[in-house]
Every structure is written in C-alpha cells, then in structure tokens.
C-alpha cells in the first residue's frame, strides 16, 4: 500500500503562482511514476505531469509545459509541482498518483494504482 497526500491548492489570482505537494507513504517500490492530474467542474480528469521515481524523467501535458515544473525532494519523499503563470482555465481540484509498475511512463489515469485525495486550485481573473 501506498498512502499520497497532496498539499498546497488554494486561490490565486490569473498569472499568479503555486506550488503543490505530494507526500508519499508506505510500501517502497524500486521503480515507480507519480503523476498529477486535475479535473475541473463537469469534465473528466486529466493528465497533467508525471515523474519517475528516481527524478530523471519528466513529462508534461502540451496545455502546462512550460508554466508547471515537476520534480522531486528525495529526502522527503515527496513530489512538488511548481505552477506559474496561472490561467483560469487551471481551476481543478489536482491529484498525486502512484503508478507502481513502473516500467514505462503512463498518462492514462486508470493505469495508476494509488491516489491521494486531491487539493483544490481556484485561478480568479
């Protein structure tokens, strides 16, 4: 078992900035993803970053790259994502998840195995 839990939503204003935390717990796996996903009002989740475990490999959606940065602080095991030049359309409750495979990356949010419980981001105009 893995337990996540996200950190850090809130309100901002549009061009504004936030950082989000993933905090991880449990069992160790020697290869595994993490990835962020939101989902807005009315509208399925979606991808939005990924990372592998060891730190050195990062993928991002083509509607953040360039304004969100996903890394990792070891120590903590924790995963962080950096969001700047915030838009409204960013507004969605974002969640960590665990993919424990591994193996390869994955956007497809069915194919992670564990999830926190999400963290609101509201962008205002």
């Known amino acids: 078992q893995v337990q996540l839990v996200e950190s850090g939503g809130g309100l901002v204003q549009a061009g504004g900035s936030l950082r989000l935390s993933c905090a991880a717990s449990?069992?160790?796996?020697?290869?595994?993803?993490v990835g962020w996903f939101r989902q807005a009002p009315g509208k399925e989740r979606e991808f939005v970053a990924a990372i592998n475990w060891r730190g050195n490999a990062v993928y991002y959606a083509d509607s953040v790259k360039a304004r969100f940065t996903i890394f990792r602080e070891n120590a903590k095991n924790t995963v962080l994502l950096q969001m700047s030049s915030l838009e409204p359309g960013d507004t969605a409750v974002y969640y960590c998840?665990?993919?424990?495979?591994?193996?390869?990356?994955?956007?497809?949010?069915?194919?992670?195995?564990?999830w926190g419980q999400g963290t609101q981001v509201t962008v205002s105009l």
């Open positions: 998840a665990a993919d424990v495979d591994g193996r390869s990356f994955k956007s497809n949010q069915y194919e992670y195995d564990y």
């Open positions: 449990g069992r160790a796996y020697n290869n595994f993803y």
